[in-house]
């Protein structure tokens, strides 16, 4: 994606729509939130002209604050819905299915225990991305991304291994 | 260099981001000092194993749906271009021709004007008259169509679906019915339209749908599903059929649940 090049968003979009993807499914827990976000940003990226490298960041950027946006509308819609534990003693569940859930609540717990810009340097550096764009991207100074990533690591290993907050929480 | 690596320092090695002045004098430090290169050895296993319980949580990219879902929407949004612009070009054309017309009715003697003086004057001044009081009878209103019904569908989580119903109006209509196909949905027509959806892995929640009519789609693949309406189970999938297990309120104080065919 060069500028002044045709853009093909389908090519870019196979290259970029995983790794936003796991991204977002990684911080929200929510595999239709993270495909309804990252479709989201891929349309409001349309018409924009800009190298890869920085789309990818432009991508990453917009999809955290929708993500933030919807946490923000789902906190409060939550509220309202007083939505009640899942239940599997009334409605089993594969085995597969249920254990995934629970890896996905787990980590999500975990995540849930870092400050939301610990978490978001975590998992862009989980993505490639460098000190520099992160640092962009979470306002900090490039210099401190190698210690703030370092201390974000171990909270996030420590939390695992205490069983995260025992339960979700919600994130952003 | 005889002070410890920081952190920091230690975090940008490992992750091949230290500047390229620091890095031949961190490496040499951590060749000579076994403190040092223990703590990268630690940093380094608590790195791997960050990653590796992120990644256990993972699902695969739907790349293909996703994508065609993209295309889609780009597909109407070129054409919500091209009708804002011919809506724009029509409003244009008419106030031109609006102002051309009342130009032209300003000039004394030009055809506009006389064909106004001829035709509409007379016309206006008969219906005033007293014996003009019977108006033609207006055209039948047209039955307002019906609106489109709003939904949702999903697909199961691991072959199982839950629908749950929340603050549904009494007087609401719920059928469940088997489908074809591996999608389960919602439809709400008249005034359940009001209603908000939310989805979660093999879960849609409904909530405050109005008196009008739910429609709930469940696969025939679907492994187990329920139907929730108000805190109760009402429809529950057994083998190959639907079964409303209870209604959800007294009768006549509930939404009505019934199978359809």
């Not at chain 1, 045709?6 to 870019?12: M, S």
Request: glycine residues 10%; charged residues 25%.
């Amino acid at each position: 994606m060069s500028r002044g090049a045709a853009v093909d968003y389908d090519a870019l979009f196979r290259r970029l729509y995983p790794s936003l993807f796991r991204y977002l499914h990684r911080l929200t827990g929510e595999a239709d939130a993270a495909d309804d976000i990252a479709q989201e940003s891929f349309v409001r990226l349309l018409g924009r002209d800009m190298p890869e490298d920085e789309a990818r960041l432009w991508l990453f950027t917009v999809a955290t604050n929708l993500f933030r946006d919807g946490a923000r509308t789902r906190k409060r819609r939550e509220r309202l819905l007083q939505v009640r534990p899942w239940t599997p003693a009334a409605l089993p569940r594969p085995d597969e299915a249920a254990e995934r859930a629970a890896t996905v609540k787990a980590v999500r717990g975990a995540l849930g225990t870092l400050a939301e810009r610990d978490r978001q340097m975590l998992l862009m550096r989980e993505e490639g991305f460098r000190y520099d764009e992160i640092a962009k991207v979470v306002g900090v100074a490039p210099g401190s991304v190698g210690t703030l990533l370092a201390r974000a690591a171990r909270r996030f290993v420590a939390a695992w291994d205490n069983g995260g907050d025992d339960g979700e929480q919600a994130l952003g | 260099m005889n002070r410890h690596l920081a952190e920091g320092t230690l975090q940008a090695l490992l992750d091949g981001e230290l500047p390229p002045g620091e890095r031949p004098a961190a490496e040499a430090h951590l060749a000579g000092c076994g403190e040092c290169a223990a703590a990268a050895r630690e940093l380094r296993a608590v790195n791997e194993r960050a990653a590796a319980i992120l990644a256990g949580g993972d699902v695969a990219a739907p790349v293909a749906q996703a994508q065609m879902s993209l295309r889609a929407r780009r597909a109407r949004q070129r054409q919500g271009h091209w009708g804002d612009a011919r809506k724009a070009l029509l409003r244009a054309a008419v106030l031109v021709l609006a102002l051309a017309g009342v130009a032209a009715a300003a000039v004394p003697g030009s055809p506009v004007r006389d064909w106004l003086v001829q035709t509409v004057l007379p016309a206006r001044k008969a219906t005033l008259a007293p014996d003009a009081r019977r108006a033609p009878a207006p055209p039948p209103r047209q039955a307002d169509a019906p609106a489109a019904p709003t939904g949702i569908s999903i697909r199961p989580d691991g072959g199982a679906v839950r629908v749950v119903l929340t603050r549904a109006n009494p007087r609401l209509q719920v059928t469940a019915r088997l489908v074809d196909g591996d999608r389960a949905g919602v439809l709400a027509r008249g005034r359940a339209m009001s209603a908000r959806f939310r989805t979660a892995p093999g879960r849609i929640e409904v909530v405050d749908a109005g008196a009008g009519e739910i429609e709930v789609e469940i696969p025939r693949a679907a492994r187990s599903a329920t139907v929730e309406v108000n805190g109760r189970v009402s429809v529950a999938k057994d083998g190959d059929s639907l079964r409303v297990l209870a209604p959800a309120g007294a009768p006549g104080e509930g939404p009505a649940v019934r199978v359809g065919g």
